[in-house]
């Protein structure tokens, strides 16, 4: 089951945070550039280069990676190649890996997706989900969840700062957002694992604390995947509020933070590979440091209460 080996991963490492991989062009130091062209396959071999270079880095202090794969859309054919190769080589790691691909069709199209990222090409362990046009667009994803030990996590309440043009919408008295969290968490009733959480998980980002916050209370089972940590200005007071009292139930992804420590550090000119490599594991060490002070304090405020 999914939520087992994430879970199992993350007590392992003493680690919830993510490596999100968006490797935008600008991101890449010279030192893993592919030659001196701006070709799609020169870049997309950089990106290959980039990403493995991070996972080499960070495998021994993160769960799991989040490739996300517009990004690699980007660059045509190759980087579709280099999505792929990023998803074998962490799996090759030891990682899980979280395909950030926001699907949301019906029918046959959504088994395609499903096929595409669970079965075939792009082999995730888990990816992420638009719920818009409702439960068949997701179905054939959380069957997998059941049958196939897939994971999936569907939008819930996005990071973004428009995202409440829709998701903060009054339906019958309550938020939409609320509304959706109550049937994410009734579609995972049944898929729960050792750990006590299920397979059906949800996106909840950090820039929203306080809907967070309600949001944990009425999901209690249901892991949250929460975007929007370090470049976007969550923090981990903020993401805290994602984890359950057993300092469990949610995973928190940075991207640029990581990527680009080492931009924090000087800068592009001169560095190595293993400089690169060390700005990164560095900033990932802080990472996994500051979400997991917040995650104590919060367990002894809750001892002190319940006391």
Same mark, same amino acid.
């Given at each position: ?81 280099? !999505? ?41 362990d888990a990816v992420t989900l638009n719920p818009f046009l409702g439960y068949d667009s997701l179905k054939p994803f959380i069957e997998a969840c059941k049958e196939e030990g897939k ?127 060390? !700005? ?28």
């Amino acid at each position: 089951m999914f939520a087992d080996r994430l879970f199992s991963k993350i007590k392992q490492r003493n680690n919830p945070s993510v490596l999100g991989l968006d490797p935008r062009p600008e991101l890449i130091p010279r030192c893993l550039r592919q030659g001196s062209g701006a070709t799609e396959e020169s870049i997309a071999l950089s990106v290959k280069r980039f990403n493995r270079a991070l996972i080499d880095a960070l495998e021994d202090i993160i769960p799991a990676v989040k490739p996300q794969v517009a990004f690699y859309e980007a660059l045509g054919i190759e980087g579709l190649k280099a !999505y792929r190769d990023t998803i074998e080589y962490a799996q090759d790691k030891g990682l899980i890996v979280i395909g950030d691909i926001k699907r949301g069709d019906i029918a046959s199209t959504a088994e395609a997706y499903r096929d595409a990222h669970f079965r075939g090409y792009f082999k995730c362990d888990a990816v992420t989900l638009n719920p818009f046009l409702g439960y068949d667009s997701l179905k054939p994803f959380i069957e997998a969840c059941k049958e196939e030990g897939k994971g999936v996590f569907i939008l819930v309440k996005t990071s973004n700062p428009s995202s409440g043009e829709f998701q903060n919408l009054i339906v019958d008295n309550e938020y939409l957002y609320m509304k959706l969290a109550k049937k994410v968490a009734e579609w995972g009733r049944d898929i729960i694992g050792e750990h006590g959480y299920s397979s059906v998980g949800a996106v909840v980002g950090a820039t929203y604390p306080e809907e967070l916050k309600a949001l944990r209370a009425v999901m209690p089972d249901t892991p949250i995947l929460v975007p929007g940590y370090g470049a976007q200005g969550g923090t981990a007071g903020d993401v805290v509020h994602a984890f359950n009292r057993d300092g469990l139930g949610a995973v928190v992804n940075s991207s640029r933070k990581i990527m680009g420590a080492y931009l924090n550090a000087g800068g592009n000119d001169g560095i190595t590979v293993e400089e690169f490599k060390e !700005y990164a594991r560095r900033e990932a060490l802080d990472m996994k440091q500051d979400i997991t002070d917040e995650i104590e304090k919060s367990k002894n405020m809750s001892i002190r209460k319940d006391g």
